[in-house]
């Protein structure tokens, strides 16, 4: 049964990799025992609540206070209803250095609800296999910690980096396979007669109220890459008269359409 939402402190949110249910009781993993027992002090009846992404929060109350597996006592699930009601994608070009984790995090916080890095032209950072598989692990670590931070409920997909150009065709044959409108597509790009304010309510374009918003790298996108996309149907914006950094322009625009169509 799941009962009216629940305000708990937001510091005491732990993410559990399993199912929960009401009345049982689980012990947590290494990592969630440490970070409660150590980082966050808490003792024996000490409430936290739990969350591992079906879009419930359990309120629980602390068991066993071993800092390697601590046990707790879980209660009825929560129903916080906490996800934004547009659904915001986003295609973040690889920034270089570690300016993704800042990305990733801040993007979740703002409500997105998936992201696909990719690999530009441009992109100055280049993964073989192995860096990409610890990059998506780290990066899908810092997803669930931002979910516990700003108190999200499912965790947003981060899927593997891919070619940008492939991607665009990709999935331009797929919406057409499937005859899938889904969502409306926009490329954020200085040279975009279109500015952000000037779009219209999504839900005038598709039904679902979703948006696709694709982001450059530091350099942006190049002029063939730009062609592709708007041969693919993404629809050229910018955000005004100054340029952005490629960490701050996403950032800026999802917040920008959060707050004239989402829940901002």
Not at 88 to 93: D, G, P, S, W, Y
Not at 235 to 261: C, N, S
Request: proline share 6%; net charge negative; glycine share 6%.
């Amino acid at each position: 049964m799941v009962n009216d939402p629940l305000t708990l402190d937001p510091m005491t949110r732990l993410f559990f990799a399993g199912p929960l249910a009401a009345d049982t009781t689980i012990q947590l993993d290494n990592d969630a025992s440490h970070h409660a027992l150590r980082v966050l002090r808490l003792g024996r009846g000490d409430p936290i609540e739990l969350f591992n992404g079906d879009g419930l929060r359990y309120p629980a109350t602390l068991l066993d206070t071993d800092a390697r597996a601590a046990s707790v006592q879980i209660g009825s699930p929560v129903e916080a209803c906490t996800d934004s009601p547009l659904r915001l994608k986003l295609a973040q070009a690889l920034p270089s250095g570690d300016k993704m984790d800042w990305v990733v995090e801040k993007a979740i916080e703002l409500g997105v609800h998936s992201i696909q890095p990719l690999l530009s032209s441009r992109s100055i950072l280049r993964l073989d296999a192995s860096r990409t598989e610890k990059r998506l692990a780290h990066w899908r670590r810092i997803a669930i910690a931002a979910c516990m931070q700003c108190g999200r409920d499912r965790v947003p997909e981060i899927s593997a980096p891919v070619d940008l150009s492939r991607w665009l065709i990709d999935r331009r044959r797929v919406a057409q396979q499937q005859a899938d409108l889904s969502s409306a597509d926009f490329m954020l790009s200085p040279r975009g007669s279109t500015l952000l304010r000037e779009i219209v309510n999504p839900s005038s374009l598709i039904p679902q109220s979703a948006i696709c918003l694709l982001v450059g790298p530091e350099a942006g996108l190049s002029e063939q890459e730009e062609s592709l996309a708007i041969e693919c149907g993404w629809i050229p914006v910018r955000l005004g008269p100054r340029i952005l950094r490629t960490e701050t322009a996403g950032l800026a625009a999802l917040a920008a359409l959060q707050a004239r169509f989402g829940d901002l």
